[in-house]
């Protein structure tokens, strides 16, 4: 089943090659789950899924508490209606606006099918200000959203930054790391799933932090570009390299192939 969000960087397509590299293990711990392909495509007995996005994880944890009554409640947002530029200024202030949990987090689904190629993106300020879409129809996605909600009752969610999730695991623990990818130039990088964005710093804490609890016995798989960066970072690991298509970009011409990688850190 695919993720109810749209999310940059989700990983549905690649699954077949993660699930060939995860090891066995009882509980598996995502530091960066985004729209939780990976979750929802493996059976682990236990799930940590975490990320430093506080909107994505109330919302997950709103629909697991809430279930089908916050799916009806959703739902209701995505009416004609709200199909238009200025209903989608309005909601979008008003979720900037708001502190309650159920509204902001059936906001979060609304803003996400009706914005601009489904981007989370935030200015300074912490707003989020992805542009109005013009989808001529919009899907609401109730399937996908009941089948995450049924196998969240084997989840525990955690808005956190990675280093403190990875270090909180334990011996059983299984761990696959989607960071915000590496620039491929130094112009190409998208980093605005969060107000602060993903520095080469904490791509190095990453590595460093991957080999640390590999070597307490708990193996880490990382996505990644592959550039020479990434090779020398994870040069402990055993990497898996492919060729992938990338679609990130909103102007075709820099559309095209990219190479990714695997990196299994592992004792
Ligand atoms: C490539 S996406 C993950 C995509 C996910 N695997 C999927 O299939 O949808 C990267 C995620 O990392 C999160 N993130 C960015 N910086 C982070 C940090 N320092 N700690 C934890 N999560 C972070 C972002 O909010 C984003 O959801």
Redesign the pocket.
């Given at each position: 089943m695919k993720?109810f969000?749209k999310?940059?960087?989700?990983?549905?397509k690649y699954l077949p090659r993660i699930k060939e590299l995860l090891p066995a293990g009882h509980r598996l711990i995502?530091?960066?789950?985004?729209?939780?392909?990976?979750f929802l495509g493996t059976d682990y007995n236990e799930y940590l899924l975490?990320?430093?996005?506080p909107d994505?994880i109330g919302l997950f944890r709103t629909l697991q508490s809430s279930r089908q009554e916050f799916i009806d409640f959703a739902r209701s947002y995505f009416v004609p209606e709200n199909n238009n530029e200025e209903k989608f200024y309005e909601l979008r202030d008003l979720f900037n606006k708001c502190n309650d949990r159920k509204l902001k987090s059936a906001l979060f689904i609304y803003l996400n099918r009706h914005c601009y190629n489904g981007l989370?993106r935030y200015n300074k300020r912490g707003e989020f200000n992805t542009p109005f879409g013009r989808y001529t129809t919009v899907y609401f996605p109730e399937v996908e959203m009941q089948y995450f909600m049924k196998k969240a009752e084997r989840a525990i969610f955690e808005c956190?930054?990675?280093?403190e999730?990875m270090l909180s695991t334990v011996q059983g623990d299984v761990i696959?790391c989607?960071?915000?990818?590496v620039p491929l130039s130094p112009t190409a990088s998208f980093?605005s799933?969060?107000i602060?964005?993903?520095s080469q710093m904490?791509q190095e804490r990453l590595a460093r932090v991957a080999e640390l609890v590999s070597h307490r016995g708990i193996p880490v798989l990382i996505?990644n570009h592959k550039t020479e960066f990434t090779m020398q970072e994870y040069s402990k690991a055993q990497i898996t390299d492919f060729e992938v298509q990338r679609f990130i970009s909103s102007k075709a011409s820099a559309r095209g192939k990219a190479q990714e990688l695997l990196a299994l850190f592992q004792n």
């Open positions: 993720p969000l999310w940059a960087g989700n990983k549905h995502e530091p960066f789950v985004g729209a939780g392909a990976v975490a990320d430093s996005n994505l989370c956190a930054d990675f280093e999730i696959y989607d960071p915000p990818y980093t799933y969060s602060e964005g993903f904490k996505s």
